[in-house]
Nanobody, 126 residues
Framework: QVQLVESGGGLVQAGGSLRLSCAAS????????MGWFRQAPGKEREFVAG????????RYVDSVKGRFTISRDNAKNTMYLQMNSLKPDDTAVYYC???????????????????WGQGTQVTVSS
């Protein structure tokens, strides 16, 4: 059974930084694509960043490029999202997700992902 557990959320002032972690367990993730999504109140869940676990290639939504960095630690089976220069618009519940298809494509649509964590709240004050 695949389990994804997020941590690292919190309250931060605009311009500050946070690092989210997603601890993955239940299988080997070398062929998976992992992603971070976020959902603000009253809005759809949106793709933020994704990474191909095997090769480390990445993809970002335009609004976070240059500010967020996705990475993974193979030894710890953990994915990270380093978030810098945070803005109030970044306020949301952040979810990690896993796509088990070995397609090589980092999908941005939520239905492409098979497993989800419980989410962690990120609040950026102005």
């Amino acid at each position: 059974q695949v389990q994804l557990v997020e941590s690292g959320g919190g309250l931060v002032q605009a311009g500050g930084s946070l690092r989210l972690s997603c601890a993955a367990s239940g299988r080997t993730f070398s062929s998976y694509i992992m992603g971070w999504f976020r959902q603000a109140p009253g809005k759809e869940r949106e793709f933020v960043a994704g990474i191909r676990w095997s090769v480390g290639s990445t993809r970002y939504v335009d609004s976070v490029k240059g500010r967020f960095t996705i990475s993974r630690d193979n030894a710890k089976n953990t994915m990270y999202l380093q978030m810098n220069s945070l803005k109030p618009d970044d306020t949301a519940v952040y979810y990690c997700a896993a796509d088990r298809r070995n397609s090589g494509i980092i999908a941005t649509m939520r239905f492409s992902y098979d497993y989800w964590g419980q989410g962690t709240q990120v609040t950026v004050s102005s």
